[in-house]
């Protein structure tokens, strides 16, 4: 009688006991899948500054990022971008058609126009300036006229005298141009 009690539950006895013995045997495979951020997640903010890399490759104490100015006046801006653009002799009339230049123009600035986008520029005095291009932000002391035909930019003056026409889009002059602008 024994025997045939063993042999009706010895095999469902012994895929139990194996059971047992490979549960703590887990396999951890990695997803194919790719994931996505949630639906109502909004974009990631912060603020990163990165340090200079020495030649081994570790981060030296001081950062070679420029400082942004503390407030949007003209001044504050004025004397950030003349602290770092590239001095640019203005001879008459000159066009700045590439993209990112953050310049400095000194000398007798007539006539210039910022045809391309992203473009600084700082000068102690321009008398006409056009921005046609998108993007750009002009910081001038001295300005008498100023024509807008781009999207997008900003162009601020001491004079309060100067003139200014918009055939573009979104363009700000005066006191107030620099608000909301990060730098």
């Known amino acids: 009688m024994f025997s045939k009690i063993a042999k ?6 012994a895929v139990g ?10 396999s951890i495979e990695s997803s194919n899948e790719e994931t996505s951020a949630p639906e109502n997640a909004g974009p990631i903010e912060g603020t990163v500054t990165p340090s200079a890399k020495a030649s081994e490759g ?3 104490g001081t950062p070679n990022v420029p400082k942004s100015p503390a407030d949007s006046t003209f001044q504050s801006v004025y004397d950030f971008l003349d602290a770092q653009a590239t001095e640019v002799r203005c001879t008459g009339s000159m066009d700045i058609a590439d993209m990112g230049q953050m310049l400095k123009l000194v ?11 992203g473009n600084m ?13 998108n993007g750009n932000i002009a910081a001038v002391k001295n ?3 100023v024509a807008f035909s781009g999207i997008g930019n900003s162009a601020a003056s001491l004079n309060e005298n100067a003139k200014f026409t918009d055939n573009g889009s979104s363009n700000k002059f005066g ?6 602008i990060t730098f």
């Not at 000398?107 to 986008?117: I, L, M, P, R």
């Not at 520029?121 to 291009?133: K, R």
């Not at 006191?175 to 909301?180: I, L, V």
């Open 175 to 180: 006191e107030d141009a620099f608000e909301g």
């Open 121 to 133: 520029i700082v000068a102690p005095h321009i008398t006409n300036l056009e921005l046609s291009g």
């Open 58 to 60: 570790a981060a030296t």
């Open 17 to 26: 006991f194996l059971a047992v013995a490979l549960s703590g045997c887990v």
């Open 107 to 117: 000398g007798d600035c007539e006539n210039v126009t910022v045809s391309g986008d």
């Open 143 to 145: 300005i008498k006229q």
């Open 8 to 13: 009706r539950f010895a095999g469902p006895l």
